[in-house]
């Protein structure tokens, strides 16, 4: 697509429970970026794919957090056992390139509301 | 370490005037962009302009233009013309080239645009 989809566009759970946001990049983009903004508006890095593998995972929490991007699927972030600060907003970007004169392209988020 | 600085959280502007806003950035890089992102209440992230450091001349997008001052670190966002649909929160970001293409986002200006 032209877009990059982020599916849903809210998510309620309550703590401790399980949350599984997902990701479909421009077609023909071979990097995917997850991105977190938390409620104070300051993003943060989590990791980034190329095409299937793992390129960046500096950003990703060591618990609780993982991700993937299977071919031919949605890339997805995952989140267990969630607590009262997962609640964010959590962006997907996709690129042609790592190379920053490439820019990154935003889905629409989802909001991620744990009670 | 790489930080990304808006030491403005709220800014507003008439309708049809001319606001800056301001944003400074640390780094050790020689090879690095610079980024403006507008997410307006819809929460999408917007690319309005961006900046190769090599580059000396600054960018320019119709009424927006940066005035990047590579030794003092300093990347300001001039916006001309002011029109209600630029209300948002403008985040300034940083990317380097040696780096993984990740985005490291300043803390965003909320801009309110006065009819």
């Known amino acids: 697509g032209e877009e990059v989809a982020q599916t849903p566009k809210h998510l309620v759970r309550g703590e401790g429970q399980k949350a599984k946001l997902y990701c479909a990049p421009i077609k023909g983009h071979s990097y995917v970026f997850w991105y977190q903004q938390v409620l104070k508006n300051e993003f943060k890095f989590l990791i980034s794919?190329?095409?299937?593998?793992?390129?960046?995972e500096t950003g990703m929490p060591k618990e609780r957090f993982s991700a993937k991007c299977l071919p031919n699927s949605p890339c997805s972030l995952e989140i267990q056992a969630t607590k009262l600060e997962d609640s964010a907003v959590y962006f997907c970007?996709?690129?042609?390139?790592?190379?920053?004169?490439?820019?990154?392209?935003f889905g629409d988020g989802t909001r991620l509301s744990i009670l | 370490a790489q930080t990304v600085t808006q030491s403005q959280p709220e800014m507003s502007v008439q309708e049809a005037e001319t606001v800056t806003l301001s944003c400074t950035y640390d780094t050790s890089e020689s090879d690095y962009y610079l980024f403006w992102y507008k997410q307006p209440p819809s929460r999408q992230m917007i690319l309005v302009i961006r900046?190769?450091?090599?580059?000396?001349q600054n960018a320019t997008e119709n009424r927006f233009s940066v005035n990047f001052q590579k030794a003092a670190k300093s990347f300001s966002l001039k916006i001309s013309d002011s029109q209600l649909g630029d209300a948002a929160m403008y985040f300034c970001a940083y990317s380097f080239s040696s780096n993984t293409g990740k985005l490291i986002f300043g803390q965003g200006t909320t801009l309110q645009v006065k009819p």
């Open positions: 970007a996709s690129s042609q390139s790592f190379r920053s004169n490439q820019p990154q392209h």
């Open positions: 794919f190329q095409n299937e593998n793992v390129f960046d």
């Open positions: 900046q190769e450091a090599y580059k000396q």
